[in-house]
């Protein structure tokens, strides 16, 4: 049996995406720093050749590159710097709050119970001291606590530590090199494709650069937008925290109702032990709920776009299903999966509307 030139090709291609998903799946831990500083080039990269044009190129690229990464880099810790802190500095008093909050929590309960007549009784003693062993040392010494039972399976100060601050190390380094060559590098990738196929894959990659671009730069202004109405918002109610979790939650909006349950959490838990139970729930029911409307029904349609950017529904599905094939890459690499997906299923569309299966 004979195959086809067109068999062959698509063998070939097939077999080569099948063998660069499993070097992808095989070399995960490795490619980790590689592609996380991939992905940030490629978002760091029109930064980069705007700092170079205002030069008008009297200055190498690689100096641009270092004043972005300085800004970026000092973005970053400044935003950790913030948040970590105040979280670190607040636990304390959380673990000693529980208690008292678990206690008000079952006496509500039980009066509801007692109001309706419902034979229950509230116990929390259980609950207290299992959150007890697992925020604090046990006072016998009679074993780790939970924290220290976590630390201790995460082999904190061995192998994982290190490989954390290797990775921490060497993605700026392989992010400088990728912006210094990010061009060359593009034009290299493109060298490679069959002369033939230039002409559609330039342009397919073309459309897949705008959409994944739309998406960013929309998806960067809300999370701008959010994080400054999050921190007056909450601010206004006498919230000591609004700032770090303001802003916390605005750029954790990256990640679809993931990043803002997150933060309402965070919100509630610390507005409680500051406010009171009744004025912390008003405070996150109103800022959270009117974030909520306005980022669905406006901000996210208007700036980002639904005909050119990546509806939420996909982006948690892309999110979950290459998180639980690859893992932590997986997750890197779903945004931009997803865009060449979605350029792929236009372009399919369009085929298909134009065939002669759908138009006979």
């Excluded at 933060?263 to 959270?288: D, E, N, S």
């Amino acid at each position: 049996m004979e195959f086809t030139a067109y068999q062959k090709r698509t063998a070939a291609w097939t077999g080569i995406a099948v063998l660069t998903g499993i070097f992808v799946w095989l070399l995960a831990p490795v490619l980790t720093p590689f592609l996380v500083a991939a992905v940030l080039a490629y978002a760091l990269n029109p930064l980069v050749n705007r700092v170079h044009a205002w030069f008008r190129g009297k200055t190498p690229r690689w100096l641009a590159v270092t004043l972005v990464m300085i800004i970026f880099m000092l973005t970053v810790t400044g935003v950790v710097m913030l948040i970590v802190p105040v979280v670190v500095k607040e636990m304390p008093v959380l673990q000693s709050q529980i208690p008292v909050l678990l206690d008000r929590g079952s006496h509500w309960l039980q009066g509801i119970f007692d109001r309706f007549g419902i034979p229950l009784q509230v116990n929390v003693g259980t609950l207290k001291e299992l959150l007890r062993d697992y925020f604090s040392s046990k006072p016998d010494g009679g074993g780790p606590s939970g924290i220290e039972s976590v630390l201790s399976s995460l082999k904190i100060g061995g192998s994982v530590a290190f490989a954390v601050l290797g990775n921490l190390m060497l993605i700026p380094m392989v992010l400088f090199y990728l912006l210094v060559d990010w061009e060359r590098i593009i034009a290299n990738l493109f060298r490679l494709v069959p002369r033939r196929m230039r002409e559609a894959v330039h342009s397919f990659a073309t459309e897949a650069d705008e959409v994944l671009g739309q998406y960013l730069r929309g998806q960067l202004t809300v999370m701008l937008i959010l994080a400054v109405y999050y921190s007056v918002a909450l601010s206004l109610f006498g919230f000591d925290l609004a700032l770090p979790i303001g802003i916390f939650t605005g750029l954790a909006i990256f990640v679809p109702y993931l990043g803002y349950g997150v933060g309402l959490v965070l919100a509630a838990l610390f507005g409680i032990l500051q406010l009171g139970v009744v004025k912390a729930l008003v405070m996150v029911g109103v800022v959270y709920g009117i974030a909520q409307v306005v980022e669905s029904f406006y901000l996210t349609p208007r700036l980002v776009g639904e005909r050119m950017g990546l509806h939420p529904l996909v982006v948690i599905f892309a999110l979950l299903a290459f998180g639980q094939l690859f893992g932590f890459v997986g997750v890197l690499l779903a945004l931009p999966i997803s865009a060449v997906l979605l350029v792929a299923g236009r372009r399919l569309r369009a085929q298909y509307l134009q065939s002669d299966l759908y138009n006979a």
